[in-house]
């Protein structure tokens, strides 16, 4: 991504310390916690598997789906929604407050080893098993990624004959007449102008500093102020305005694989295999159409989590 998770969706640490002391201070339906200290144990009630999220509508819902596929295979479950950035979540799921988080095993990776810089999903995966917690584990991961992209408008994949098949390389001959919108730090890094210049060959006709993935280059592509941009894969816009994301067969923007994050003591076999379950079938397009749902329909992230699980068949 332009910028890690931890940082690009969500507040500083500092605010993040404040709404986990909040959340677990009883603001969440799902705590009756009195403590004062964000980070300090608080042992959930015996068998009870706690779900928590970070403070951002996706997380909030992958939530959602980890706590219903649970609570189908007769696990007792509560939330810890919306608690803040990753700072404070690994540290609460590393000393057991919380038993499953949803994670991005790139953005994860990224926090544990900043200078990690692996070649593949697995090795990713392995690379971050190796820095974890010792009582802590990663599940399977999902197909479904939230990540950096090289996305065109509506108008310009009409013009050019892009459509989702199509690969960020396609854009060799004609990314000279395209104005690129990102963050100003996409200038200058490798998952950025560099690398699309180094690994795919482009050179845009100009670059138009914008925000990351957010609300300022959303509204860029869509006027066509920039005909592409670097937008998340699972932003609404995208279905909204009819935005074509383009492949990265090089994998370029690495990977963001939704993975559970497990406090391992606390999940039983059952719960292991009920998430991996959900794993299985959680790719991209359904991400994004829930998230769709979530955020531009204002439907209860609920509601959506256990109508994706029951067409899926794991309700």
Known sequence: MALPLSTSRTASAALAAALACAVLAGCSSSSKSSSSNPLAPTAAASGTVVVGSNNFAESILLGDIYGEALKAKGLKVSYKPNIGTRETTYGLIKNGSLTVMPEYNGALLAYLEPSA????????????NAKLASQLTLLQPAAAQDKDSVTVNAA????????ANSSIADLGKIAPDLVMGASPEFQTRQQGLVGLKSVYGLTFKSFKALDAGGPLTE?????NDVQAADIFTTDPTIT??????????KNLFGFENVVPLVYKSGLPQAGVDALNAVSAKLDTAS??????????????????????LKSVGLS
């Open 156 to 163: 310009t994949a009409s013009k050019y004959n892009l459509t």
């Open 219 to 223: 509204a860029a592509l869509s006027k």
């Open 117 to 128: 810089n692996p070649a593949t999903e697995a090795a990713t995966d392995a690379e971050i």
């Open 287 to 308: 991400l994004l159409a829930m998230d769709t749902q979530v955020q531009s329909q204002s439907k209860d992230p609920l509601t959506v989590a256990q109508a994706w």
């Open 240 to 249: 909204q305005d009819k935005f074509v994301v383009l492949q990265d067969p």
